[in-house]
C-alpha cells in the first residue's frame, strides 16, 4: 500500500520561510509526476507547484520567485520551499503523486496535508 506523509508546515511571520517535505512509502517502482496542491478556507483546491520526472518544473503565477520545488529520488520524497511567505499563502498543503506500485500499477495519490500559517 502507498502512503505520502507531508511534513513541515507551521506558522511564521510574513517574509518569512518554511520548507515541506512529502515521502511516499511502500511497494513502490516509480514515481512520474509530483505536485503540490493548497486549498485555503472558503476557496478550491489548487495546484502551486509540479516537478515531472525529469525534473522539469511549473508554478503558478502567485508563488514564482518564491517558492522552489524539488525532488529526491533516492528517496522517494518532494519538497516544497517557500520564501517571502505572505498572509495569503495561509492554506492546508497537499502533496499528490502519480506512482506505479506493486500489484495495482499507476495510481493517483495524495497525502493527508500540512497546515501552514502566515500571520505575525
Known amino acids: 500500500q502507498v502512503q505520502l506523509v507531508e511534513s513541515g508546515g507551521g506558522l511564521v511571520q510574513p517574509g518569512g520561510s518554511l520548507r515541506l517535505s512529502c515521502a511516499a512509502s511502500?511497494?513502490?517502482?516509480?514515481?512520474?509526476?509530483m505536485r503540490w496542491y493548497r486549498q485555503a478556507p472558503g476557496k478550491e483546491r489548487e495546484v502551486v507547484a509540479l516537478i515531472s520526472s525529469g525534473d522539469n518544473t511549473d508554478y503558478a503565477d502567485s508563488v514564482k520567485g518564491r517558492f522552489t520545488i524539488s525532488r529526491d529520488n533516492a528517496k522517494n520524497t518532494v519538497y516544497l520551499q517557500m520564501n517571502s511567505l505572505k498572509p495569503e499563502d495561509t492554506a492546508v498543503y497537499y502533496c499528490?503523486?502519480?506512482?506505479?506500485?506493486?500489484?495495482?500499477?499507476?495510481?493517483?495519490?495524495w497525502g493527508q496535508g500540512t497546515q501552514v500559517t502566515v500571520s505575525s
Open positions: 511502500g511497494s513502490i517502482f516509480s514515481i512520474g509526476d
Open positions: 499528490n503523486a502519480v506512482i506505479r506500485a506493486e500489484f495495482t500499477g499507476w495510481g493517483n495519490y
